[in-house]
């Protein structure tokens, strides 16, 4: 059993950080000096701040699909939900910083944060460990949400 709880903890964090691969790699790729040219708020944070944030918030995201994927009240749809929901992430990477869309990166963002509030929804009612560790993402995709608004309307 506990061989089972460790491989299927490191397919879930792998699978999880690869959408965090794809995303960086778009960012790193695309990002300049476009990014660099946009007049950004008085909030944006430092860039140096995002890789440490994102990297804690997708090991909590991997955690807490494994603490569901192993809890009695565990239902398929809500992993596929999940996978879904990596795939919604990462493009909000590729279509900001590849397509320099900031409309409709927004639009996915809202997406990204419906499907969260699913995940939440549905973690809490397996497991309320796996529901607390979902609740930092939202908080930062919230504020991400705030961030490209003030992008739109500042370009």
């Known amino acids: 059993m506990l061989k ?35 007049i950004k708020p008085s909030f944006s944070p430092p860039d140096w701040i995002f890789a440490p944030v994102w990297t804690t918030l997708y090991l909590m995201m991997a955690t807490a699909i494994w603490i569901f994927w192993h809890s009695k009240g565990k239902d398929m749809s809500t992993i596929y939900i999940y996978f879904i929901h990596l795939i919604i992430n990462t493009t ?41 560790l979902m609740i930092p993402y939202l908080l930062w995709c919230g504020f991400a949400l705030i961030l490209n608004i003030s992008l739109l309307i500042l370009n």
């Open 4 to 38: 089972n709880k460790f491989l299927s903890f490191l397919l879930f964090v792998l699978i999880t950080y690869s959408a965090s691969v794809i995303g960086g790699m778009a960012t790193i790729g695309f990002k300049e000096p476009w990014y660099s040219l946009l």
């Open 92 to 132: 909000w990477s590729v279509v900001f910083f590849v397509f320099h869309n900031i409309f409709f990166s927004l639009v996915i963002l809202i997406i990204l944060i419906l499907l969260i509030l699913i995940l939440i929804i549905r973690f809490r009612r397996a497991n309320v460990i796996s529901y607390y």
